[in-house]
Each structure stands twice: as structure tokens, then as C-alpha cells.
């Protein structure tokens, strides 16, 4: 086929080829290993491979080069560093291998050759032989190979030319089939069927899930109603819907159509002060009031307990999605640069051209709104209703954000995964068109979940302790968003999903794990896992990174006993009463005629009798709400008329971000992990990663294992004695429930640097290396001046020689001499 | 390690650190003064010295006690004047009435009007200018607003004095703001504070160079100039390359500017690449030639087996070492040093900075204005010198490291670019540096007994304001190892706080470290003998300075990124006036909670482990005994 490096031709006429071998071996590699030490997913095959290739590792992979094997399967580009351990041929297969990026996340390749870059599509042709292949992907990775000269020349251009025609940046049906290569064979399809669900996670997909929300919030008042379970209502609300208890289902169904696309207002979560908070889609103006009606409405406007309700908009200060995916697109092209264009911003450009993405002044924006809702609901009794025209975007922001500030349980990461479940996925926000996976709605697009995933960034990093999931989950998170392989982003609500699934006899939605393996024969349609279920996409090694080793400071106590609200009834006004409603619009408190279409116009009975009493006592009350915000801003001490801090403890303070200038971050690990110029110094250097402290923390966890494992020794009765000092430690770290997360309470597995259990001595492990320690590092090994440090392989594999603590000492080892290079 | 940097510096997170118990969090409403109170030491003393003090009113004693308002006062610092009712225009909070103290060292106000004392505690030393601003408002009073040097200026007003023969207590303090202008003695000179720790003794050039194994066969100590005459600016003791002689230095001296010749700054211990400094070549327009100096430089090379080249780094851009020469500076031309390769590294000079800093004071206090921070912060250039500086440093040690090259590094007098390379250099290379004593001997070495014009730059209690010899020269060099610690936040043993004092210090003329401008002057003013040494109070209490999360790297060189895009603004250091910047969590405490979590389990662990121990011992001696007890301990840990 390939004569030579100068040949050139046309990656078209390789297709059928192509397609002809992937049939041949679909199915049959199931389960295998490629000769050069590819686990492969079941039914996965691969295209092509090239030899003795080193690819450039980033920052957080802790620089330099690792050679090996590169792959290209019809799946993903994967690549084998050449002292890799064997991977173990029972275990779950892994979608992606720790150096692999999927065919569908690719944006672009570029290669390099002696003079010159070339972007390679599927139909251009080579006339030098490269050697370096760069891609681009949609997630912000830039992945770079550098071919050696011991690499083959047809293996250069042959894998190039495959990696540019398989995956197809923008043909129609590249998707599903991007799905079918990753899920499509028997093997896979039977694999996921048995996935298990995460059951430490609310779904929220049937009413007794929404039923646990409302129990863990304290939310009375309140009850679940099934009237749109056949979307009849709403098509793009979910199937369950949580209105207050007074309303009936009958009178409720009057309601839907005074709403755009019937999004009626809905309880999302109850502050436990007794606020609650409602999202809804803006009112249809053009249609009559029956007094009837307005009276439902009011009823379920004002949700159950309040006499209060603020009506926050949020169309006017938030950016629209048009805004945003223009900012993302700027800070897109200012984070990867380009070698193909060789565009790239000058250093001395970077903060200004940084500022104009505006993609920071939005984050703030979401942000500075999320704290005032935050604020408003801590003043306790009242209702604050999101609205946006149609409720499905900027609603999800920044009811998740409210949420994410006041709530600790959304801050690990079942709470997060089973937040993003309520507000986005189900509450149907348009995963499928804002991703714009088929590339075919251009106009829909803005990564609007993305400017959330980054507004939650900015709060972990001003307070990562308050935290128990991590930035690295987030950055999963982001990455996942660009594979069109998961149920949770491929519809735009709950009714599309649905539908997908009935047509697939509901056999394999991950939802019910239901196998029904007839129904599979259809080999367009695979059955599509949740994004949640993360061990079908990571190794462990990058999961157990999700979560915070130890837990936060403040001890993640669930809100399940928290209702502080004791008695909502008190403060609440007679059922026939329509208390005041204010708009919360720029900062500002204001009672426009309009608000609320029925109050206005004819059926002005509302307005004499309540409107004034509102505006005159209340306003003053809700702005002194949202200056408390203004003012959380200096410490506490200097404004007195605010009330006294909660102290740091108080787990129902919302977390307010600073939004300042200065306090505002660029999410670089995400951002910039890519970016080429950052790499331009060939020396292996530093990276924040994995945070000391969490290396320290991952100690901590260690020695209580030995702990474990030592008091297992001293006494042959286990039961009695042996929990004894294993508790008291815990105890000081974790709370009350939490310790599933935590600290798993199977006993783990011995942790890679505890000593073997046969060691006489503990210190041991301050020896060499364990044998088994991946030696995948070789790369670095002759820069032994270099400081390694935030190399994450090479310090899981030998942690204690860094950190080893000398015993009875709370200093670390000054003269200890542990070097880390040999 | 986002924000646990910027965490241990501030005033209120500092606070918590040390007494870690709730009205750390509730008490911040001095936090923005307790910056500067922890710029006394925390056992000064206090009453006694008030009541031996000047000559004050029985009244105005009687005020001192009854609000029991009192500043802590230092030894042998004394109250000089007070008045009530003057008003602070804070401007984050608004106006404040209240009392001022005006003592031989400090400016201490507290407010009056309010239920939680406001209290703004400052060295006199970091006033840099006192403008009246006349009687702006229309009530007759006077206002007057003190520009201070470290990133911050204060407000203050009050009503005209009717005896018009009193001075204002403004004019008092601009008589001790600026002692040396009026006269009077540094208040380091009085200050007898006596610490634990003596900082006199931290840095010994011999030891010093011992430890870096000089003297050895090519490189020697000399004694040239141990009555500074050859360079007044330059240290009594210094190394130089064993082959050539004191006569052959003299001159070699005459042919640098200040005669500030190469000498060694650090030495590689494996490749024995060197770190030489200097100052530039009297060249001239004529291009001067220096035989001796070319030799000396070829005995650099040559003192170094593994490289046939040398590397002369001038700091300046390219421009500006050509316009020396119209000076009669310039650089090494490469026809006249054969083997050398000459690399400017286009940092500018002290008027620069000094305007980037104006600028950045500008941008950062008292408002930020948010929509256009960036470009704001990048207008100010201030990130991009730290850039340079750091690049320029990197690839110092990188030629040494990597290329095992020995470097020349220079700039025009050799005292203040070539220092901040030097020392950062120093730093990247050689782990020593980067613990808390390291640092100091860096300073004491590179900075202060090479020569760095700290008075000059700094203007010590001078009043003179727009001399154009200051500069924020140092301010830029512990800014870029602010941004080291950043980056490799586990590689040095001090913290941020370590960094902010020094800088504090720097201006607060409580000290007598950072007096005066060469090792010579501070021998001749007997500095030691008669001024107390930072690092007497930092070594007295280290725990306040140490990082905890230290790892020692000694062998591992840092080789830092240096794009703009890793850079940050110190915010620690230029926003913490700003309340609004206060951190969010003390992160830094939790790091020492762990420490402390992880050495009591490390005991547990130790203490079951001998207990298993002994008691597989003797079960198994019993299990001898009697063996029908056959329950024998799991035998992993015998």
C-alpha cells in the first residue's frame, strides 16, 4: 500500500478497506489484548499502530516524553507506554486507557514535519513524513506524539492518515457511529447491561426519588406529582414534578398553560431556614384569567409556606447562551493555540486578551447572581422563584449554584452528581443541542453546563477544604461532556430519553439494568451508560482522585435532621391570602404592575389591598438580605448591623465567593493543560498536582490502614479490641454519615505503599521503591537534578520516600536525604 | 494550592494561626491593622515604658489609661504626641473618629465612634511621603494623607488648630517618619529589643563558602579587599580563581565599573559550573580592552573542566548596554573574550520598575475596578518584568545545570539586576537556599554583603520622596520567589508569611538588617553591634515562618515556567489591604492539623507495633509452654 515516505494519496480510497476490517474483527477481538499490550474493549479493533513513539506528557502527567506504542482503533487514539504493567485481562474493560483520547473528542490534527506543519483532514495527503502528530481535542487536550526515527515510515503516514479519516470531525453519523464502535458489539452491550446503577446518588427519576429529596431538605408542604408522567403537560418537563401539597392535580393542570412550554413553577430545594427555591419558564402573557385560575397559580406561585415571594430574572444580567458560546470560542482559541496557524496570543497580550473572552465577567456574573439568591433564601421564609423565558439554561445555573454555596451535601460528589441530575439533566436542560454533538445546529450551541462546571471550579478553589469532591472530578466531568456516548447528555429532557429507551424495549437504559438481549440486534442504537458511571470510563487510580482523601473541615453534615425551620407554619399567612411578590432585577428590589400578568389588567384586586403593604415593609427587609451580602464581602466584625457570623462551622452559611478582580481564576488545569507554549521548556518541572495535602492526607489514610491492620495483629479476637482505635481515629475525621465515601468501610485493599504485611518493620516502606511500582517513568530518570515533584505516577508509585514522616514528629524529615531521582 | 499560598500572609488569617481559637474569625475588624502590629514583635513590652516615657501631660496619661488605648510599645519607644478626635477616611469602610499616637516608631490610631474598635497600627518607616491637603473641607478642617511605601496610603483629617502655635500632630510625625532628614537616629538604633536567636551570626562568608567547598584547587578566597579598598561595595571576603594573583585582580577590578570585578557566587558541587557576578566593562566608545580581564574570565572558563565556554549574561536589554558606553560602560565584545557568548536579557532598569510599581499601586489600591482587571494589571507591565526576571534566572540555571557552563552574570553596577539573577539562580540551583536559614544566608550573601543600596533604594526615613535612586528592586526579587513557591509549593521551607515579614521589615527601620547600602558602611555604623537583626526575630520563632508541607529537595533543581500565563499577581502581598481580599479558609491550618494528625498516628502505628512485638514473643514462648493454646498471633509482623 505505502511505497515510501513520498508517497502521496488519498485517504478516501482507504476507506473501504477500513470498514471492511473493522467488520472482519468486530466481535471476535472481544476481551483480547493486542500483541503490543492494548486491552481492548470488547469488540474493539485496531486500525493501525505505530512503533517507538514518545508522547509529550503535560504538566499534570508531570512533563517530559514516555515512549511506546501509539494505536488507532475506530474508537480512540490509544497509546501504550512501553513499561507498562500487563493489564489485567478480567478486569472491567476501561473506555479510556490513562494516555487515551477518543476518536469523537478530536477537533483536529496537526502534523509536523522538518519544515512545516499541515493540518491533516481526511482528505488531505502528505508529502513529508511527519514527525510529531498533534491533536486537538474538543476538551482542551492537546495530545502530541513525536515519532522517532526507529518509528517505521509507513507506520507514520498509515497511522496518520487513519487517525484523520476515523475521526471525522463533522460527517453526519459519525456519532452513532462513534457510539457503535464503543458500545455496538454483543460483548459490550451485554457488559453494560449489567452495570449496576450508583445507588449512593439521587437520580430523580421516579417520584420516590424526588419523594428522598424532599425528606432529606425538610421539605413539608410539599408533595410529588405525577400529572406530566406521560409528558402531556410539559414535553420537556420531567415526569415528576414537586408542587406544594395544597394543590391538587386537577387544579394544577390548569396551570401549565400560563407557562412557556407549560415549565410551571417548580420546587427545586428547600433552605434550611425554610426558604424555598422555585424555577419556572417565563408567563404567557396572551392568555385570560379565570379566577380560578389565579388562584392556583398564586397557591403554587407562593409555594407552601410563604407570605413572600421574589421573583428573581434572570434573563437581564446573565449572559445569553449565544454570549457564552462566543466567550468559549474566544477562550478556546486563546488557550490551545495553534501550531498549524501559528497563532498564538503573545505572553505580554495574554491578561488583556484573557479579559476580552469576557468568559471570567461571566462566571462572575452567574456567580454574584447565585450569592444573592443564596443570601435572600438564608433570610429564611420566603419563596424565590427563578425565571427565565424558558427555563432551561441559565435556571439550571443558577438554581445548582444556590444549591452548591448553601448546601454541603451538593459539595461531595454523589450530592453533585444527584444535583446535576435534578437540574440540569432532568429538569431538561438541552444537553443535546447545546453540546451540538451532530455538529448540525450551530446556532444552538453554548456550552452552557461548562460555564457552570467553571463557576463551581471558582468556588472549590477559594474554598477547597469546604469541598469533598475535587477539581480532578470536575475535569472528568468537562471531558465526558465532549464523548456522545452517555445517556445523561444525548436528549434534551427526560421525555427524549424515554423514548430512546422504550425503543430499545428499555433494556438498556443503565437506569433499570434490565437485560433483554433480542432487542439488541438493531446494531444502530446501542444502549448508552450514564456519565456517572465513572468506572466504565476510569481507571480506579483516577477515581479514587475525585474525592477529597480526608474529609473537609467542617464536617459534611447532611441536611436530613437539619431543618432549622421548626415550624414553617408560623410565619405563614392564610391559604386565601396572596402575599407580596417584588421582582429582583440589577441588585434592586422593585414591584412593577406587570410581574405577574394577573395581577395586572383587569383582576386588580390584588392591588389595593396588598401591593402597598409590600412595598413599603418588606423592600427594606429584602434589600437588608442582599446587603448582608454586599457586606460579607469585609470581615464580619466591621459592620455591625449585620448579624453576628455563624462562625466557620455553621454548615448553613452559604459559601459567597469573592468576586473581585484578583479572586477571579482562570481554570488552568483545564484550560491551559493543553496549551503548547506552557511546555515549551523541554525540563520536567513542577505542577501543582496532586496537592500536598493530598498526598499528605493520602498518608494520613495509609498509616490508619496500617493502624487497622496492626491492631488485626495484636489481637486474635478481632471483634472486641480491634475496632477500638480505628473508630477513635475516624471519629475525629469523619461525621456522622459520611463515612461510606470516605473512608470506604470494606477493607481496602492494602494500599500500594504500605508496607507488606510480612515486613518486621514498618519503616520499611521508607526503602526502595516497592517492586511494583509501574516503572513508566524512564523518561525522566536522566534528569536526576530535576525536581520531580507533582509528577502524579511516580509519586503514587513511591509517596513515602517523599513524605515519609520520621516518627513522633509532626515536622517533615529535614535531613532525611530521601531523594526522589536515583 | 490555589489560595493556601496566599493564606498564611494575611493579617487575619495570621491571627487565627497563632491563637486558633473563634475571635480570630470574628476579631478581623483589626485585621487590617494587625498586619502591621505583627510588625513588632509579639512580646514587646508595654505599660512600663509608657510610664517612663516623655514628658507627657498627667492629663493625656490619664486619657491613655482610662481607654486602656495604648499601642504595646516597643523598648525605648516612646510617645510623642496624640490627638483625639481625628478621623481616618478609610476608604473601604468610610470615615472613622477616633485617637492618634504618634511614638519615635510607630502611627497608632483607634477608633472611638465604634462598638468594635478600629485599630490602624504602623511603622513610621513605611511612610514615604506626608502631603497636607490644606483645608479642603469647608468646616476648617485639615487633611493630610500619608503615601506609603508599601502599597497603601492612609487619610487622616482634623480640625484646624486654634492655638496656632501647636503643631499639628502630622508635623510631628513627619519629623519621625523621617529621622534621618530631621536628624535624628533610625529607630533600630534604639530599639534593644534582645531575642533568643542571634541573626548577626546567620551568615559567615567563609563558612558560607565552605559549605559550597571553596576553597578547593580552582578556586581560592582572597583577603584583596578585606579593608575595602579595592571595592568598597563589594564584601571583605571573596573567591576567585586560583590562578590569578591579588596584583592581577587590582587591575582587573579597574577595568569594572565600581570595580565591582567577577567573583564567585555559587559553584555546582558535581560539574564545578559557576555562578560568577559582576559589574559592567569599562569599554567605552573607544571599545577598551582589559588583558587581565580577559584572562580572569578565560580562568572562570577554565576553572571548570566539563565546558569550553562561558556564558556572560548582561542583564540589560541590548540598547541600554550600548548606551553605556557613551558612560564608559558597555559590554564584553566577543572578538576580545574568546570562548564567550555574550546574551542580554532585557530587563530594565530601576526607573522602570520604579513606574510599573507606581502603576500597579494605582491599579490595586484602594479600588479594583473589576471589568477591566486584567488589562488593567497588564498595563502596569509589573508581571512581565517578573517575567523577565525569572527567565533570565531560569536560563542561568539552566546553562549551569543542563549545559554545565559556567556563567558571568552582570548589569551596569552589578548591584541590583545581577543580584536578583544571581540569588534566583542560587535558589533554583541549590535546595540549601530554599530552607528558612538558606534563605537568609542568600540574602545576607547575594543582597546585602554584595551590596544592594538598600538605603538608596528604600530612602530609610528620608524624607526626600522623588529621589530617583529608589526602587523596588528587592520587592521585585522576593515577588519572584513568591512565584517559585507557587509553582513548586512544597520546596521550601518558609512560607508566605516568611516573605511578607521580610518585606515588611524592610521598611519598618525596626531592624538594622536592611540599613545602609554596602557591608562596609554597616561595619562603619557598627550595625551589628548596635541594631537588633530580622532574623533574630524570625529565628526566635520559627514556627510563625515554616511551611508545612516542606519536603527537603535538597538535589533537585527547580526549573519554574516562566509563561505569563503561569504568573500571578501576589495578591498576599499588593491586595491585603483590601478586606475584601480576605481569604476564605485557613487552609495552611489544616495542612499543620495534618501534620500533627499524621505524627500522632505515626505513634500509634509505632506504639501496636512493639506491642505486637513483644507480645508474639512471649505468646510464642508460652505457646513452647503449653501447646495446646494454639491461638498464635497472625504472623505477619514477627
Same mark, same amino acid.
Given at each position: ?24 474483527? #468486530? ?20 486500525? =493501525? ?118 475521526? !471525522? ?5 459519525? /456519532? ?9 458489539? /454483543? ?24 419523594? !428522598? ?88 406561585? $407562593? ?62 456574573? +452567574? ?7 443564596? +443570601? ?223 395581577? #395586572? ?100 489514610? =495509609? ?72 516503572? #513508566? ?46 | ?22 475571635? #480570630? ?130 487619610? @487622616? ?20 517618619? $523621617? ?131 562561558? @556564558?556572560? $549574561? ?219 537583626? /530580622? ?104
Amino acid at each position: 500500500m505505502l511505497t515510501g515516505s513520498k508517497t502521496t494519496f488519498k485517504v478516501r480510497q482507504m476507506l473501504p478497506d477500513i470498514k471492511e476490517r473493522m467488520l472482519s474483527q #468486530s466481535g471476535v477481538t472481544a476481551r483480547s489484548r493486542d500483541v503490543f499490550g492494548l486491552r481492548c474493549l470488547p469488540g474493539e479493533c485496531v486500525l =493501525q499502530r505505530a512503533v517507538m513513539v514518545r508522547k509529550k506528557l503535560s504538566a499534570r502527567e508531570g512533563r517530559g516524553w514516555v515512549s511506546g506504542t501509539l494505536f488507532c482503533t475506530h474508537f480512540r487514539v490509544a497509546f501504550v507506554p512501553q513499561d507498562s504493567p500487563k493489564p489485567d485481562d478480567n478486569a472491567d474493560p476501561v473506555l479510556l486507557g490513562d494516555h487515551d483520547v477518543a476518536l469523537a473528542s478530536i477537533e483536529k490534527v496537526v502534523v509536523v514535519g522538518p519544515n512545516r506543519t499541515k493540518l491533516v483532514t481526511p482528505n488531505s495527503s502528505l508529502k513529508f513524513t511527519p514527525e510529531e502528530l498533534v491533536l486537538y481535542c474538543k476538551d482542551l487536550q492537546v495530545i502530541c506524539f513525536l515519532f522517532d526515527r526507529l518509528t517505521p515510515d509507513a507506520q507514520v503516514i498509515e497511522i496518520t492518515y487513519t487517525i484523520a479519516k476515523t475521526y !471525522q470531525p463533522l460527517k453526519p453519523g459519525s /456519532v452513532l457511529s462513534f457510539q457503535n464502535a464503543a458500545l455496538g458489539s /454483543v460483548e459490550m452491550k451485554q457488559f453494560l447491561s449489567n452495570r449496576r446503577r450508583n445507588t449512593h446518588m439521587n437520580w430523580f427519576e421516579s417520584a420516590s426519588d424526588w419523594e !428522598q429529596e424532599l425528606e432529606r431538605c425538610g421539605a413539608t408542604g410539599w408533595r410529588v406529582s405525577s400529572v406530566n408522567d406521560r409528558f402531556e403537560m410539559s414535553t420537556s418537563l420531567p415526569r415528576s414534578i414537586v408542587v406544594p401539597q395544597k394543590v391538587f392535580d386537577t387544579e394544577l393542570k390548569k396551570s401549565f398553560a400560563h407557562f412557556n412550554e407549560g415549565r410551571i413553577p417548580r420546587w427545586c430545594w428547600r433552605h434550611p431556614r425554610g426558604s424555598d427555591l422555585l424555577r419556572m419558564a417565563s408567563f404567557q402573557n396572551n392568555i385570560y384569567h379565570e379566577k380560578d385560575d389565579i388562584r392556583n397559580l398564586e397557591m403554587i406561585l $407562593f409555594g407552601c409556606q410563604s407570605s413572600l415571594c421574589v421573583v428573581v430574572e434572570l434573563g437581564e444580567e446573565l449572559p445569553s447562551p449565544a454570549d457564552i458560546q462566543l466567550a468559549h470560542g474566544r477562550l478556546r482559541a486563546l488557550s490551545l493555540g495553534d501550531i498549524s496557524t501559528s497563532v498564538s496570543v503573545p505572553d505580554d497580550k495574554w491578561l488583556s486578551t484573557l479579559e476580552s473572552t469576557r468568559w471570567l465577567d461571566y462566571t462572575r456574573a +452567574c456567580l454574584r447572581k447565585a450569592s444573592e439568591v443564596a +443570601c435572600l433564601l438564608r433570610g429564611g421564609h420566603l419563596t424565590v422563584a427563578l425565571q427565565e423565558a424558558d427555563d432551561r439554561d441559565m435556571g439550571c445555573v443558577v438554581s445548582s449554584l444556590v444549591q452548591v454555596m448553601c448546601d454541603p451535601h451538593c459539595r461531595t460528589q454523589h450530592g453533585f452528581q444527584s444535583l446535576v441530575q435534578k437540574e440540569w439533566v432532568m429538569a431538561g436542560h438541552r444537553f443535546y443541542s447545546r453540546i451540538n454533538y451532530h455538529r448540525d445546529n450551530d446556532k444552538e450551541e453554548a456550552p452552557v453546563f461548562l460555564l457552570f462546571l467553571d463557576c463551581v471550579w471558582q468556588l472549590l478553589s477559594q474554598n477547597p477544604s469546604r469541598f469533598q469532591l475535587t477539581d480532578d472530578f470536575l475535569l472528568a466531568l468537562h471531558d465526558s461532556i465532549h464523548l456522545p456516548l452517555f445517556s445523561s447528555f444525548l436528549a434534551n429532557c427526560q421525555r427524549e430519553r424515554c423514548k430512546r429507551s422504550q425503543n430499545l424495549g428499555q433494556s438498556y437504559t443503565p437506569v433499570n439494568g434490565w437485560r433483554d438481549m433480542e432487542s439488541s440486534s438493531d446494531p444502530s442504537d446501542p444502549p448508552l451508560p450514564s456519565v456517572w458511571d465513572w468506572s466504565l470510563q476510569y481507571s480506579k487510580h483516577r477515581r479514587d482522585r475525585f474525592t477529597q482523601p480526608v474529609p473537609p473541615i467542617p464536617p459534611l453534615q447532611p441536611l436530613l435532621n437539619g431543618n432549622l425551620n421548626t415550624n414553617p407554619d408560623t410565619h405563614r399567612l392564610t391559604d386565601s391570602t396572596p402575599g407580596s411578590v417584588f421582582l429582583l432585577s440589577r441588585g434592586v428590589f422593585s414591584c412593577p404592575a406587570n410581574l405577574l400578568p394577573w395581577r #395586572s389588567g383587569s383582576s386588580g384586586v390584588y392591588k389595593k389591598s396588598h401591593r402597598r403593604a409590600a412595598s413599603s415593609e418588606n423592600v427594606p427587609g429584602l434589600e437588608r438580605l442582599l446587603k448582608a451580602w454586599a457586606l460579607a464581602e469585609f470581615p464580619q466584625g466591621l459592620t455591625r448591623s449585620t448579624p453576628a457570623p455563624q462562625g466557620p462551622l455553621d454548615p448553613y452559611e452559604p459559601l459567597l465567593p469573592l468576586l473581585m478582580g484578583p479572586c477571579m481564576g482562570l481554570w488552568k488545569e483545564c484550560y491551559l493543560r493543553g496549551a503548547l507554549h506552557a511546555q515549551a521548556f523541554s525540563h520536567p518541572v513542577s505542577a501543582n498536582h496532586p496537592h500536598p495535602v493530598e498526598r499528605l492526607a493520602r498518608e494520613v489514610q =495509609q498509616l490508619e490502614d496500617q493502624l487497622a491492620q496492626v491492631s488485626t495483629g495484636t489481637d486474635p479476637r478481632p471483634p472486641t479490641k480491634m475496632a477500638e482505635p480505628r473508630r477513635a481515629d475516624t471519629n475525629l475525621n469523619q461525621n456522622t454519615n459520611n463515612g461510606t465515601f470516605l473512608f470506604p468501610a470494606a477493607p481496602r485493599p492494602a494500599p500500594r505503599a504500605a508496607p507488606p504485611p510480612t515486613s518486621t518493620n514498618h519503616q520499611t516502606s521508607r526503602g526502595p521503591p516497592p517492586a511494583s511500582a509501574p516503572p #513508566s517513568r524512564l523518561g525522566h530518570k536522566d534528569n536526576k537534578h530535576t525536581f520531580l515533584f507533582g509528577h502524579p505516577p511516580g509519586a503514587e508509585a513511591r509517596p513515602d520516600q517523599r513524605y515519609y514522616p520520621a516518627p513522633n514528629s509532626a515536622k517533615p524529615p529535614k535531613g532525611s536525604g530521601s531523594s526522589i531521582a536515583s | 494550592m490555589e489560595k493556601s499560598g496566599s493564606v498564611d500572609s494575611l493579617g487575619s488569617k495570621r491571627s487565627s494561626s497563632r491563637q486558633p481559637s473563634v475571635d #480570630s474569625l470574628s476579631s478581623t475588624s483589626t485585621s487590617r491593622s494587625d498586619r502591621s502590629a505583627q510588625a513588632k514583635p509579639p512580646f514587646a513590652m508595654s505599660s512600663d515604658s509608657v510610664a517612663a516615657s516623655a514628658e507627657l501631660s498627667p492629663e493625656f496619661r490619664q486619657v491613655l489609661r482610662d481607654s486602656d488605648k495604648e499601642p504595646q510599645l516597643l523598648p525605648n519607644e516612646t510617645v510623642q504626641d496624640y490627638a483625639q478626635d481625628v478621623t481616618y477616611f478609610c476608604p473601604f469602610i468610610g470615615a472613622l473618629r477616633g485617637t492618634v499616637i504618634v511614638t519615635n516608631y510607630r502611627l497608632f490610631f483607634r477608633s472611638m465612634d465604634r462598638e468594635l474598635p478600629f485599630v490602624l497600627d504602623m511603622p513610621l518607616g513605611v511612610v514615604s511621603r506626608v502631603e497636607k491637603i490644606g483645608s479642603a473641607s469647608n468646616r476648617g478642617d485639615v487633611s493630610y494623607g500619608l503615601v506609603c511605601k508599601d502599597i497603601r496610603n492612609l487619610r @487622616f483629617a482634623h480640625k484646624q488648630m486654634e492655638d496656632t502655635l501647636r503643631k499639628s500632630i502630622f508635623e510631628v510625625l513627619v519629623k519621625f517618619a $523621617f529621622p534621618v532628614s530631621n536628624g535624628l537616629q533610625i529607630f533600630a538604633f534604639e530599639y534593644g529589643q534582645v531575642f533568643p536567636e542571634n541573626g548577626w551570626k546567620v551568615y559567615d562568608a567563609l563558612s558560607e563558602y565552605k559549605r559550597q567547598g571553596i576553597p578547593n584547587e580552582s578556586w581560592r578566597i582572597t583577603k584583596v579587599n578585606d579593608h575595602y579598598e579595592v571595592c568598597d561595595t563589594y564584601p571583605s571576603t571573596l573567591a576567585v580563581p586560583v590562578n590569578i594573583p591579588d596584583e592581577e585582580l587590582k587591575r582587573v577590578a579597574a577595568f569594572r565599573a565600581k570595580g565591582r570585578m567577577p567573583v564567585l557566587s555559587w559553584i555546582h558541587p558535581e560539574s564545578q559550573a559557576t555562578v560568577t557576578r559582576c559589574s559592567q566593562p569599562m569599554v567605552g566608545v573607544n571599545g577598551k580592552r582589559s588583558k587581565e580581564d580577559e584572562k580572569y574570565l578565560q580562568a572562570i572558563m577554565d576553572a571548570n573542566a566539563q565546558s569550553h565556554k562561558l @556564558f556572560i $549574561f548582561d542583564a540589560r536589554p541590548s540598547v541600554n548596554a550600548a548606551a553605556n558606553k557613551m558612560k564608559g560602560g558597555g559590554y564584553e565584545s566577543e572578538d576580545a573574550y574568546q570562548n564567550a557568548e555574550l546574551v542580554f536579557l532585557d530587563i530594565h532598569n530601576i526607573h522602570v520598575m520604579r513606574e510599573s510599581l507606581r502603576k500597579l499601586k494605582d491599579v490595586v489600591y484602594p479600588n479594583i475596578e473589576d471589568s477591566h482587571w486584567l488589562s488593567n494589571l497588564e498595563s502596569t507591565h509589573w508581571l512581565e518584568h517578573i517575567k523577565l526576571i525569572l527567565a533570565g534566572a531560569l536560563r542561568i540555571a539552566d546553562k549551569v545545570e543542563s549545559g554545565k557552563t559556567s556563567v558571568v552574570v552582570h548589569c551596569s553596577d552589578g548591584w541590583d539586576r545581577t543580584g536578583q539573577l544571581t540569588s534566583l539562580a542560587m535558589l533554583m540551583l541549590d535546595g540549601y537556599y530554599r530552607t528558612i536559614y538558606g534563605f537568609e544566608v542568600l540574602l545576607e550573601k547575594e543582597w546585602l554583603s554584595f551590596g544592594h543600596r538598600f538605603q538608596l533604594r528604600i530612602g530609610h526615613g528620608d524624607k526626600n520622596h522623588t529621589d530617583a535612586d529608589r526602587s523596588p528592586v528587592f520587592i521585585q526579587f522576593i515577588d519572584c520567589v513568591w512565584q517559585l513557591t507557587r509553582q513548586f509549593p512544597a520546596a521550601f521551607e518558609f512560607n508566605e508569611y516568611f516573605l511578607v515579614t521580610i518585606l515588611d521589615h524592610l521598611y519598618s527601620c525596626l531592624f538594622g538588617t536592611f540599613l545602609c547600602n554596602s557591608e562596609q558602611q554597616r561595619l562603619k555604623e557598627e550595625i551589628p553591634k548596635r541594631t537588633v537583626s /530580622v532574623w533574630s526575630y524570625i529565628n526566635s520563632q520559627l514556627e510563625e515562618f515554616t511551611n508545612p508541607l516542606y519536603v527537603n529537595y535538597s538535589n533537585h533543581v527547580l526549573f519554574p515556567v516562566v509563561s505569563l500565563r503561569h504568573l500571578e499577581l501576589w495578591v498576599g502581598y499588593y491586595i491585603r489591604w483590601n478586606p475584601r481580599m480576605r481569604p476564605q479558609e485557613p487552609v495552611h491550618q489544616r495542612h499543620k492539623e495534618l501534620l500533627a494528625k499524621r505524627a500522632e498516628l505515626q505513634k500509634r502505628v509505632d506504639e501496636l507495633q512493639r506491642e505486637v512485638t513483644n507480645r508474639s514473643a512471649s505468646s510464642l514462648s508460652e505457646h513452647a509452654g503449653s501447646p495446646t493454646r494454639s491461638i498464635t498471633p497472625v504472623q505477619t509482623f514477627v
